[in-house]
């Protein structure tokens, strides 16, 4: 087995050696669906995975744009339409300058599985910019995203592609992009996710991915007996995935100790609650200030520049901030202090290294494609209303959420529980995810 993996593995470097993200995610899940397609008839000689990893099409054009003083600058946008098998293209676009085609690759290919995994008719995809909204004037952030949908606009539809946020892209972007989406077609549709309440948007998209990783991670923890009530919750990020698990968390009774961003975490050792949680919000989503003004504000925080919060003592942890944040020491200190669940809100936050301490410990260890599917389901929760026009209560959309997470939970059990009654999470969410994109593949021929 550990040949044909490898021989696999072998070709998919060949063609993206200077991809390492994309091939970090790739690995992870030949290691699990080459076993298992060498037990399944209907699959062997097809070439699935092969055929799966490769990007449909893959988009990447200029965006030229003017600043506030004048001065033009030239960013690069993409698209990778990784997978339409099971429905139109849909995924975030981000906006960071770290982004380049192998980032993007490696979350258009975790799309497909997580799309599939939540039960909903859609195809993977992924799409963004190295531009830094950062810094930038509304005004900048206006005129970067209308020059980006100037040339996107002939690559998505509502039944084609269906982009929506992620890093660096939240309501103010999917606004500019909406406005000028519609500007040059001249119709109204449901091309793009997460849009505002009152022009399409639907109720709990933004809470969506945060309150699913907790759901998630409820599902996860009754196999054991356990909940939340009381738990020591250790959070990484402070943007959209952060600030919502971090709400629901501390709704179920648990202390939430930490949030971070790119410049280090802040501690508080008497945990949050929703006043300062609000102002976390409200510094992160209008301010747009950094975590260390947090603990400017409360006595009962520090500051720990340029570290991450996985030093912390914690019963729960949830990175939700960035891919490769999480390392084999990281796992190592928090299995030392006892952490008994991990619950990726974050795309791939922890590294092969630490996904194998965790699984190698037996802990509660839920991949990102699994436990952050929340977004992306409300996502397509959002699409059917804009499709109905109508548009659902908050409790009906939290309701079909919470349904959907035990779905995706129940997936995983299924083709994640190994003899000794352990669940094998990773395993579970690449296998179920896989099994319906490679029967409409079948069923759709070589295309
Ligand atoms: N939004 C959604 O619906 C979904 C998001 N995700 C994933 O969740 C994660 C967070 O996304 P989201 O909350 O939407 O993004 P936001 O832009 O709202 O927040 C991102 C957070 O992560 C921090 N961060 C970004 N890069 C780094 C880095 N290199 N090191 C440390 N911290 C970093 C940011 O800090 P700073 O401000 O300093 O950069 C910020 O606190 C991503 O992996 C995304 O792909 C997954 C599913 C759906
Ligand atoms: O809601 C969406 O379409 C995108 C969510 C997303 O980008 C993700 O699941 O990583």
Not at 376 to 403: C, F, H, P, Y
Request: charged share 25%.
């Amino acid at each position: 087995m550990e040949n044909k993996i490898k021989a696999f593995m072998d070709e998919v470097i060949a063609r993206n050696g200077h991809e390492p993200e994309f091939i970090q995610a790739v690995q992870e899940v030949a290691e699990t669906v080459i076993p298992y397609i060498a037990n399944q008839d209907i699959y062997n000689g097809k070439n699935i995975l092969l055929r799966m990893v490769e990007p449909e099409r893959l988009i990447s054009f200029r965006v030229a744009w003017v600043d506030d003083a004048g001065e033009i600058h030239v960013n690069r946008g993409y698209r990778i339409q990784m997978n339409s098998a099971i429905g139109p293209y849909k995924g975030g676009l981000r906006f960071h300058p770290t982004v380049n085609a192998s980032i993007l690759k490696f979350l258009a290919f975790e799309q497909v599985f997580k799309n599939s995994l939540t039960t909903l008719p859609m195809g993977g995809g992924k799409g963004g910019s190295d531009f830094d909204p950062k810094g930038k004037s509304d005004d900048e952030v206006m005129r970067f995203c209308h020059a980006f949908m100037l040339e996107l606009n002939r690559h998505i539809g509502p039944n084609t592609d269906v982009p929506a946020g992620d890093i660096g892209v939240g309501a103010r972007e999917i606004g500019f992009l909406f406005g000028m989406y519609k500007k040059i077609r001249n119709e109204f549709t449901g091309v793009l996710t997460g849009k505002g309440l009152s022009w399409g948007g639907s109720k709990i998209r933004p809470e969506a991915t945060g309150y699913g990783t907790v759901y998630f991670a409820q599902s996860m923890l009754k196999t054991k007996n356990e909940t939340f009530e009381g738990k020591t919750v250790v959070i990484s990020g402070s943007g959209n995935v952060a600030q919502y698990a971090a709400e629901k968390a501390i709704l179920l009774g648990a202390k939430v100790v930490t949030l971070s961003d790119s410049s280090g975490y802040i501690y508080d050792k008497d945990g949050l609650n929703d006043e300062k949680l609000a102002f976390v919000m409200d510094l992160k989503n209008n301010r747009r200030g950094r975590i260390s003004e947090y603990a400017d504000k409360y006595a009962s925080a520090e500051f720990h520049k340029g570290k991450t919060p996985w030093e912390v003592k914690c019963d729960i942890a949830l990175p939700c901030a960035t891919q490769n944040e999480l390392n084999q020491q990281d796992a190592k200190n928090l299995l030392k202090n006892g952490c008994m669940c991990v619950a990726e809100g974050a795309n791939m936050p922890c590294d092969t290294d630490a996904v194998h301490e965790f699984n190698n410990a037996k802990i509660l260890f839920a991949p990102g494609k699994a436990s952050n599917a929340g977004g992306v389901a409300t996502s397509g929760l959002e699409m059917s209303q804009n499709s109905l026009r109508i548009s659902w209560t908050r409790e009906e959309v939290d309701e079909r959420l919470k349904d959907i997470m035990e779905d995706i939970h129940d997936s995983c059990i299924e083709y994640g529980k190994e003899e000794d009654g352990f669940c094998n999470y990773v395993k579970g969410a690449n296998i179920a995810g896989f099994v319906k994109v490679a029967d409409a593949m079948l069923a759709q021929g070589v295309i």
